[in-house]
């Protein structure tokens, strides 16, 4: 079992519609959380992070984290077209030499059509 | 101004061959790494220093092997390039400490190509 699964998608839906992406993970050391977003041929940029459990809401995005489950979502209302990228869930521990290492789900490709 | 630069953008080489790529940051970060992206998107850690010195070092074949001369830049060697080393490779940086200080900045990739 790898330590952080997600769906690759692709995901298609069209405007204005409310976007869940999921990822679970396996190891319970793990304490931040993090969606990073990748367009393109681009490199991943971060969109929200979280620490520990509870829910945090930037904007049209949300992201949510149950420990107990080990399962994180991030929410995109209203999604547009512009939202189309890669979102890449990352998760880290909290101390000693792994402090530094983000561990990564596959990503899911994420398309919004007008 | 761009926060983490990589040379070259693209790349294509024969197999056998050796190459490196080069990464740059001005950020005034303590932390570079090196990922590996493969063509369903994984990224992947390959290597961490910490102000010039290994802090991560993944499985990953000792033919690759990461350089960095001061603490803005962290230089990726490949030698005996194989078929399989094909991916976009990222470099990252960022500021260790508790919470999101340590946010890992990324470079725009490095797309090598092995034929």
């Known amino acids: 079992q790898k330590e952080v699964e997600q769906d690759p998608g692709p995901l298609s839906v069209p405007e204005g519609a409310i976007v869940s992406l999921n990822c679970t993970y396996s190891n319970s050391a793990f304490q931040y959380f993090m969606w990073y977003r990748q367009y393109s041929r681009k490199g991943p940029e971060l969109l929200m992070y979280t620490y520990s459990s509870g829910n945090k809401e930037d904007g049209r995005f949300t992201a949510q984290v149950d420990k107990s489950s080990k399962y994180i979502s991030l929410f995109i209302r209203d999604s547009q077209p512009s939202d189309s990228a890669t979102y890449l869930c990352?998760?880290?521990?909290?101390?000693?030499?792994?402090?530094?290492?983000?561990?990564f789900g596959k990503g899911t490709l994420l398309t919004v059509n007008p | 101004d761009t926060a983490v630069s990589q040379t070259p953008k693209y790349l294509v080489t024969q197999m056998g061959n050796d190459k490196s790529i080069k990464c740059e940051q001005n950020l005034g970060h303590d932390t570079m790494y090196w990922y590996k992206q493969d063509s369903k998107k994984f990224l992947k850690i390959m290597f961490s220093?910490?102000?010039?010195?290994?802090?991560i070092n993944e499985t990953v074949p000792n033919r690759f092997s990461p350089k960095s001369p001061d603490k803005a830049h962290l230089n990726l060697h490949i030698n005996s390039l194989e078929l399989g080393d094909s991916a976009v490779y990222f470099c990252a940086s960022s500021q260790p400490g508790q919470g999101i200080s340590n946010e890992q900045f990324f470079g725009p990739g490095t797309r090598l190509t092995v034929l």
């Open positions: 220093y910490n102000n010039k010195e290994l802090i």
């Open positions: 990352a998760m880290r521990r909290n101390s000693g030499g792994s402090n530094y290492k983000l561990t």
